[in-house]
């Protein structure tokens, strides 16, 4: 059952050093805050598992706490590249980085088998691709029905899974609407996972068929308004796309980089503070 904890608590008891850590959103209910409380702690040799690493990743990455990516597609949305990920795989820096490249649907495939407990996904892929030749975790076999050749991928299981989401009850039941990306499947595929979310209700009031991760499935909620920015949460804030603009020329240099998360992620106790200290800047 879920406990309702402050996100430094929860990130502090449920990730250790050495954890397969999933943290999971598509285009919007990104997990920032829980990525910033990570680098606070100073997490460190984490295998990361992420459809599309976009500034979370690259703030882990810069900041050493990660040792492996797992992935389908990484970069600075509507922006370019991520220059954290490209200096850890290119130049080593601040440590060197295994990376382990995927499309979306055999990754999307990969959560839905962890989180069926099965040991790997097979779905309709690669056939003419180079990817294979470069990533020997994809690999085919024959279906033992039609003699057809079909991709295998090991499954995600990650030790933890973080997602943002709108609303949780008092009981630790999550509501999420809006763009979905992964999140159920990438949460239902962990040991533990932890849930930041906007607000804390009396009644979740959901709809008809409305995505709800029950208390039980999960492992703490937190109570993190505005964690998901500089991405947006559906019904709360939109996206800032100011911020990512701005994360290019701040990413690209190894000491303007360090300098900024010593200040607005080191130098501040929680997100909250991170939030006023951003507002002041502006």
């Not at 279906?143 to 990650?158: D, I, K, Y």
């Not at 533990?192 to 208390?215: F, G, H, K, Y």
Request: net charge negative.
């Amino acid at each position: 059952m879920a406990e309702l904890l402050t996100l430094r608590e929860a990130v502090e008891r449920f990730v250790n050093d050495g954890d397969t850590v999933a943290l999971e959103g598509f285009t919007h209910l990104i997990p920032t805050a829980a990525s910033h409380e990570l680098i606070r702690q100073g997490k460190k040799d984490l295998h990361l598992v992420r459809m599309t690493p976009d500034l979370v990743y690259d703030l882990l990455i810069g900041a050493g706490c990660a040792r492996k990516l797992t992935f389908s597609w990484g970069g600075n949305p509507g922006v370019g590249s991520l220059h954290r990920l490209r200096d850890a795989v290119e130049k080593d820096w601040p440590n060197a980085l295994e990376i382990d490249e995927h499309s979306h649907a055999d990754l999307a495939n990969s959560y839905v088998a962890g989180a069926s407990g099965l040991p790997f996904a097979v779905l309709r892929a690669y056939l003419g691709s180079d990817l294979p030749k470069v990533n020997p975790n994809i690999k085919f076999i024959q279906c033992p029905f039609t003699g057809e050749q079909l991709a295998a991928v090991p499954s995600v299981r990650p030790d933890v899974t973080v997602i943002h989401a709108q609303k949780a009850d008092r009981k630790g039941n999550v509501l999420l609407w809006g763009i979905l990306g992964v999140q159920k499947e990438a949460a239902l595929a962990a040991k533990r996972c932890i849930v930041t979310v906007e607000e804390i209700v009396d009644d979740l009031n959901a709809p008809m068929n409305a995505c709800v991760l029950p208390s039980w499935a999960l492992t703490a909620v937190c109570h993190v308004p505005g964690g998901a920015h500089p991405s947006y949460a559906h019904g709360y804030y939109e996206r800032d796309n100011r911020f990512y603009q701005a994360w290019d020329p701040i990413a690209r240099d190894r000491e303007t980089f360090t300098a900024w998360i010593d200040e607005y992620i080191r130098g501040t106790k929680d997100f909250s503070e991170f939030q006023a200290k951003i507002a002041e800047g502006k």
